[in-house]
C-alpha cells in the first residue's frame, strides 16, 4: 500500500505505518512532503492507494476522479511559534505583541511557500497582509518544509521559527512557545481519502479507522493535533 501524505501527520503516520505492517503484514510505502508537493505528485499521475492532505486539495483530486468521493477528517491543527529550548519566550499575546516579536528578532526560519506548505503559504500572505514582508524580508531563513523550520531554531541557526505545532513538537531541541494570537490564528483540518483506481482499497480503509482508532488518540494529541 502507497500512502503520499502531508508531512504535519507525519508524528502520527509513520509510526502506525509500522505497526499495521506489524499487525496484517501489509508493506506500507509512505511518501510525505508538503501538502502542495503531493498534490502535484498525485495530478501528475504518480499511483496511490491513500492521500493525506488538507480539504482543499482533496476535493481537486476527487473533482478530477483520482480520488473516490469519501472523505475521512482525522485531526486539526494551528501554527506554532518555536524557540530553541532553554530559551525565553518572547510576547506575542497580541497581534501588536506579535508584529514587534518578528521586528525585534535577529533571524527568524519560515517555510519556503513556494514549495507548497500549508503554513509556508498562509504565513506569508499574513506577514503581508500585516505590512512587514519586506521589514523582515533580510533575516528570514527560507526552509523547505516546517520540520526544517524548526530544526533550523533547534540548531541556533534562527532565533525564532514558525510552522504546524505538529512540526515543531516533532523537532528535538526546539520548543513550541505557544500558538499564534487568535485573531491571527489558522488551523488546518487533515483529512484521508482513497486512489479511485486503487486495487487494495480496503486496505487503504482499514489503515484510515486505524488513525480514527481511540488508541491512536494520545499519540494524536501528543503530536500537536485536536480531532474532529
Sequence with gaps: MKIFSALAVKEVVAPASRSFTEETGEPVDSVFG????????????????LA?????????????GTLTSERWDLGRVGIGVTIKEGATSPDFSTPEAFKQMLLNARSIAL??????GTAGIYLAGLLERMGIAETIRPKVQWQKNGFFTAQAVANGEAELGMT?????????????????????QTVTTYCAGVFAASTAQDKARAFIEK??????????????????
Design 111 to 116: 517555510t519556503d511557500p513556494n514549495v507548497g
Design 34 to 49: 508538503p501538502v502542495g508537493m503531493m498534490q502535484g505528485k498525485i495530478t501528475a499521475g504518480e499511483a496511490g492507494d
Design 211 to 228: 488513525l480514527r482508532s481511540p488508541a491512536l488518540e494520545p499519540k494524536w494529541k501528543q503530536a500537536g493535533f485536536d480531532r474532529p
Design 52 to 64: 493525506i492532505l488538507i480539504p482543499t486539495a482533496l476535493e481537486t483530486l476527487q473533482q478530477a
Design 164 to 184: 504546524q505545532v505538529s512540526e515543531i513538537v516533532a523537532v528535538r531541541g526546539a520548543v513550541n512557545a505557544g500558538p499564534l494570537p487568535e485573531p491571527l
